[in-house]
């Protein structure tokens, strides 16, 4: 294909760097919470981090019940982490981003990736939530409230639309 007014690639350079806003310098922070959106969430943060030559941060929190020391090891939850994360790097590999993966443990995700995000500087963090069972979410979870309040950097919350069974109940 022959691109006579430009270039493509300069075309999702910018594409990418007006996502991330007018100053932003930082990373692309990805949120991986074990849901089908997932792989579509990372696809994205990698495009855009190519485009605008930078780095993705795949982050998982894992939230710790308050009966049980902060530190403590969970293997089941450890192990499904690691699971997700190479997934998502595997992803970020296809595309050809640099990627990091991290598992958080903390007491709530929505403090833990905030932090992440201003540990990391990020320029733009991706979270999704899913809808589940028809259940009518007006509000939503605390998480992504938490995050939406309080997060350092631009948030694109993606949400897909309620199973096809759940619409119709």
Do not use: F
């Not at 969430?41 to 780095?55: E, F, H, I, N, P």
């Amino acid at each position: 294909m022959v691109h006579l007014w430009g270039s493509k690639t300069k075309e999702e350079t910018e594409i990418s760097k007006s996502a991330l806003g007018e100053c932003a310098a930082g990373a692309i922070a990805v949120v991986i919470s074990g849901e089908k959106l997932d792989a579509n969430l990372v696809y994205l943060g990698c495009q855009m981090a190519k485009g605008a030559k930078r780095k993705v941060h795949l982050v998982h929190v894992i939230e710790v019940p308050r009966a049980l020391p902060l530190k403590a090891v969970l293997t089941q939850e450890s192990e499904r982490a690691d699971q997700m994360l190479n997934s998502a790097m595997t992803i970020a590999d296809r595309v050809g981003c640099e990627a990091v993966a991290e598992v958080v443990q903390a007491r709530d995700a929505g403090p833990a990736i905030v932090d992440e995000a201003r540990d990391h500087n990020c320029a733009l963090l991706l979270i999704g939530l899913m809808r589940h069972n028809g259940k009518s979410q007006s509000e939503l979870n605390k998480t992504v409230s938490y995050v939406l309040a309080n997060a350092p950097c631009r948030v694109w919350l993606v949400q897909d639309p309620p199973p096809e069974n759940a619409a119709h109940q």
